[in-house]
């Protein structure tokens, strides 16, 4: 999904199909999570994170002007009756507020679309819920820790074309 503005250049969304795109994706969350949230490293990254076939689970990046800012993935391993799980949304600190969340969150939800679900749903980071909110999610259950931060489940449906 292309953004141009002459102000802040042309932002770009695609599914990473390459180790060296993935890098940069895991680059992007090493700085949000890691450095900035104090995520231990070896908690971030995990089995889902691979291009390899057969991984259950689909990686988008957003660059803006070729370069790195944003990025998130939807885990396709799902029982029956539930919904694909949005994880790992991540927008590097100096590119926050210009829509680039949004960017990557329409991207996964038109994959889900495309794979047939009707729903997606995510475990949100405390302060984050606002911006889940604008997008239509609904909070469900109590509050959880996840790597040592407060979530709680969101689910948001999606509608048909």
Do not use: K
Not at 90 to 112: D, K, N, T
């Amino acid at each position: 999904m292309p953004h141009d503005s002459a102000a802040e250049g042309r932002l770009t969304v695609t599914e990473i199909t390459t180790p060296e795109a993935l890098a940069e994706a895991l680059s992007v969350r090493m700085r949000v999570f890691v450095e900035e949230q104090g995520v231990p490293a070896n908690e971030e990254v995990d089995r889902y994170d691979s291009v390899e076939p057969g991984t259950p689970a689909v990686h988008v990046l957003a660059r803006l002007d070729g370069v790195a800012v944003a990025t998130a993935r939807l885990l396709l391993d799902v029982h029956a009756g539930e919904h694909p799980h949005i994880g790992r949304v991540a927008v590097l600190a100096e590119h926050r507020g210009r829509h680039f969340g949004v960017a990557v969150m329409e991207a996964l939800h038109a994959e889900a679309r495309r794979r047939g679900s009707r729903g997606v749903t995510l475990a949100a980071q405390l302060h984050a819920i606002p911006f889940y909110e604008r997008q239509g999610y609904v909070a469900r259950g109590p509050v959880f820790l996840d790597a040592g931060i407060e979530h709680r489940d969101m689910d948001l449906d999606l509608p048909g074309d």
